[in-house]
């Protein structure tokens, strides 16, 4: 079926719904029940980047937030929302950062092509490109820089996550709370783990009292 209107995506959602149901009868009395993922992905909108469709979970297996080249803003409220319920009233033991290489906000703030309300949400990235120039200069070719920002943006909203007091306060109580950085790959559908995975609060959000 080639889905080209809204009209076309209800006829969609009857068919995916009546399969559902002829596999489990009770399946949508199961998913309705109780929301208990472990895992919460913060990733971009990008159409391309589904959560649970690119690591196999099922509706109520991952918890997600997704916005423009996948920035964590502690002072953005609706981010911040999302972070406190996942964490302290669905208890997530994964929070996931996930970037995709070619993203288009990236490549607006390394071009500095945005403008309006897209130019004030991608300041962090172009703080990024600013602060790593020497290293990105040194890249052959501008998909290479564009590659590598992509990479650095997911590690700085990872950093920037686990300075948040939310996560500080969870790892104060000693809740298990694990926070990673993963990119994912357009041209070959696999996800790559960035290792910048962190456990409990950086050194300086522990000496500053951040928490």
Known sequence: MTIKTPADLLEENVRWADERTSEDADYFKHLSELQTPDFLWIGCSDSRVPANVITGLAPGEVFVHRNVANIVYT????????????????????????????????????????????????????????????????LSDHA???????????????????HSPILNRAWERE??????????????GR?????CTRSGPPADARSSGAS
């Open 191 to 195: 996800l790559r783990d960035l290792e």
């Open 144 to 162: 290479s820089r564009l590659d590598r920002l992509c990479e650095l943006n997911v590690k700085a909203q990872v950093d920037a996550l686990c």
């Open 75 to 138: 002072a953005d409220l609706n981010c911040m929302s999302v972070v406190q319920f996942a964490v302290e009233s669905l208890k997530v033991k994964h929070i996931i950062i996930c970037g995709h290489y070619g993203c288009g906000g990236v490549k607006a703030a390394l071009e500095d092509a945005s403008d309006g309300l897209v130019e004030h949400w991608l300041e962090p990235v172009r703080d990024l490109k600013r602060v790593h120039r020497s290293e990105l200069d040194q």
């Open 175 to 188: 809740q298990d709370l694990t926070v990673h950085g993963w990119i994912y790959g357009l041209k070959n």
